[in-house]
C-alpha cells in the first residue's frame, strides 16, 4: 500500500470544519487540522492522530507557517474557515464587518489555496474543497455582506477550476443551506443565544456539521477524473433559503 494521503481542514476547531477532518481521518488520511484556537485544534488533533496547526488564514505569514508545517505533499485542502458578522441592512451595514466577511471568506481562501499549491501539485492528484454556502446563491435581506462574501468564493472556485485544467487538481465547492453548529449563528448575532436559536426555532432537522462533513469525504472519495462542481445542500425542511418549513 502506498503512504497516507495528507488532507488540510482550515477551521477545523468546531462545527463543519472539526466534522470534517474526522470524517478524512476515518477515510485514511492524515488530516492537518487548522485553526486560530491552538487548544481546540491540539484537542482535535490528538484525538484522530492528526497534526494541529494555529493558523489564522487571513494572516499571509500564518498561512505560510501552515504550508510549511503540512509538508511538500498534500492531497487535499479543504477551505471552510469562515463566517458571517452581522444581520444589518446594506443601508446600516458596518463597512469592517463586511471587509472582515470578504477576508476570512474569500481572502482567507485565497492565501491559503496560493500557499498550499506547490505541495498539492506534488501530489499528483489533489483535490480542493472550498466550503460555500447557498448564500453565495442567491440574496436575502440583511445578509448582504455575507451574500457577497460568499458569491465571492463560488466565484473564485469557478476561475481556479479553468486556470487549472489539464492538471491533476481537482476544484469543488459544498454550499450548505441551513446548518445547526454551535458557533455559526452566535458568531453572526455577536453571542446573542435569542437570536441565533431564531434561526432554527421549530425547524424538525436542520443539517448537522456531520452532514456536511460526509459530503465533503464523499467528494475526496471520488475516483480521480470524477470533479464534483459544486454541491449544494439543505435539509429536507428548507426547499428555499426563505421557504423554510417550522412547526409551532
Ligand atoms: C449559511 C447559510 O442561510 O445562513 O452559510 O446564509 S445562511
Not at 470534517?20 to 492522530?49: K, P, S, Y
Not at 494541529?52 to 501552515?66: E, I, P, R, Y
Not at 509538508?71 to 464587518?97: C, I, M, R, T, Y
Request: charged share 20%; with cysteine; hydrophobic share 45%.
Amino acid at each position: 500500500m502506498g503512504t497516507q494521503r495528507t488532507a488540510v481542514v482550515t477551521g477545523a476547531s468546531s462545527g463543519i470544519g472539526a466534522a470534517t477532518a474526522r470524517a478524512l481521518a476515518a477515510e485514511g488520511f492524515r488530516v492537518v487540522c487548522a485553526a486560530r484556537r491552538a487548544d481546540r485544534v491540539a484537542e482535535l488533533a490528538a484525538e484522530i492522530d492528526g497534526l494541529a496547526v494555529t493558523c489564522d488564514v487571513t494572516d499571509a505569514t500564518s498561512v505560510a507557517g501552515l504550508a510549511e508545517a503540512a509538508g511538500p505533499v498534500v492531497h487535499v485542502l479543504v477551505n471552510n474557515a469562515g463566517g458571517a458578522f452581522g444581520s444589518d441592512p446594506v443601508e446600516k451595514a458596518d463597512p469592517e464587518q463586511w471587509r472582515a466577511m470578504y477576508d476570512v471568506n474569500v481572502l482567507g481562501t485565497l492565501h491559503v489555496t496560493q500557499a498550499l499549491l506547490p505541495a498539492l501539485r506534488a501530489s499528483g492528484d489533489a483535490l480542493i474543497v472550498n466550503m460555500g454556502s447557498t448564500a453565495g446563491r442567491i440574496a436575502y435581506e440583511g445578509g448582504g455582506g455575507y451574500t457577497a462574501a460568499k458569491h465571492g468564493t463560488q466565484v473564485l472556485t469557478e476561475t481556479l477550476r479553468l486556470e487549472l485544467v489539464g492538471e491533476p487538481i481537482r476544484i469543488s465547492e459544498i454550499a450548505p443551506g441551513m446548518v445547526r453548529t454551535d458557533e455559526f449563528a452566535m458568531v453572526r448575532f455577536a453571542g446573542d443565544r435569542e437570536k441565533a436559536d431564531a434561526v432554527y426555532a421549530g425547524v424538525p432537522d436542520p443539517l448537522l456539521a456531520e452532514d456536511v462533513a460526509d459530503a465533503v469525504a464523499w467528494v475526496a472519495t471520488r475516483p480521480s477524473h470524477v470533479n464534483i462542481d459544486e454541491l449544494v445542500i439543505r435539509p429536507r425542511a428548507q426547499a428555499a433559503q426563505h421557504k423554510v418549513h417550522r412547526v409551532n
